[in-house]
């Protein structure tokens, strides 16, 4: 929690009630609220729905939304972000909200769905598709490059459950932390 603070990462710890499900839990879990930006923290990005993540995967989120989707926004459609719309963070559910099979990382507070980015100037850039070439290949950017920040990446494309948002998580897929699942 120290690290999330001195990132200039808003947070709020919170406490989970017991889970049906002993699979899910969180270890230190944290309410993201906003990301500041420098210089000297003065702007910030807000995440209006709180998602809750675990303080490992909430640092992540953080620095790849300071670090690379800002500047890639600002760079390429000259507009600062303003918040990010994303899912609840945390659920005790199966992958792809399956019956059966897999828990899912959201189980563990490991991932986030990224719905859109609200940008200053009043605009969205919505991860659906939705016509604009320009505003596609700045998504498409935003997608490949987090990659290199996230074990799995999915989103519109990679199949019906991510049409409309992009998932990034930091689950260990085999015995290393560097094999991807980008689609």
Same mark, same amino acid.
């Given at each position: 929690?120290?690290?999330?603070?001195?990132?200039?990462?808003?947070?709020?710890?919170?406490? *989970?009630?017991?889970? #049906?499900? +002993?699979?899910? %839990?969180?270890?230190?879990? &944290?309410q @993201? $609220?906003? !990301?500041?930006?420098? /210089?000297?923290?003065?702007?910030?990005?807000?995440?209006?729905?709180?998602?809750?993540?675990?303080?490992?995967?909430?640092?992540?989120?953080?620095?790849? *939304?300071?670090?690379? #989707?800002? +500047?890639?926004? %600002?760079?390429?459609?000259? &507009?600062? @972000? $303003?918040s !990010?719309?994303?899912? /609840?963070?945390?659920?005790?559910?199966?992958?792809?909200?399956?019956?059966?099979?897999?828990?899912?990382?959201?189980?563990?507070?490991?991932?986030?769905?990224?719905?859109?980015?609200?940008?200053?100037?009043?605009?969205?850039?919505?991860?659906?598709?939705?016509?604009?070439?320009?505003?596609?290949?700045?998504v498409?950017?935003?997608?490949?490059?987090?990659?290199?920040?996230?074990?799995?990446?999915?989103?519109?494309?990679?199949d019906?459950?991510?049409?409309?948002?992009?998932?990034v998580?930091?689950?260990?897929?085999?015995?290393?932390?560097?094999?991807?699942?980008?689609?």
């Amino acid at each position: 929690m120290d690290r999330l603070s001195a990132a200039g990462i808003e947070f709020e710890p919170v406490t *989970l009630p017991p889970a #049906v499900n +002993p699979e899910c %839990a969180i270890a230190t879990p &944290v309410q @993201l $609220k906003a !990301v500041k930006l420098p /210089p000297r923290w003065k702007t910030s990005i807000r995440l209006p729905d709180e998602p809750t993540l675990s303080c490992q995967f909430g640092e992540r989120f953080g620095h790849w *939304l300071r670090d690379l #989707v800002a +500047p890639l926004i %600002a760079g390429e459609l000259a &507009v600062e @972000l $303003k918040s !990010v719309h994303t899912g /609840p963070g945390y659920e005790c559910r199966n992958r792809n909200r399956a019956e059966i099979g897999k828990i899912s990382a959201h189980a563990s507070g490991l991932a986030v769905d990224v719905v859109s980015f609200e940008l200053a100037n009043g605009g969205t850039l919505a991860i659906k598709p939705n016509g604009d070439e320009h505003l596609r290949a700045t998504v498409d950017a935003i997608r490949v490059a987090a990659c290199g920040w996230f074990t799995t990446v999915l989103g519109p494309g990679s199949d019906v459950a991510h049409a409309e948002h992009m998932h990034v998580d930091i689950l260990q897929h085999g015995s290393s932390d560097r094999y991807r699942i980008c689609q």
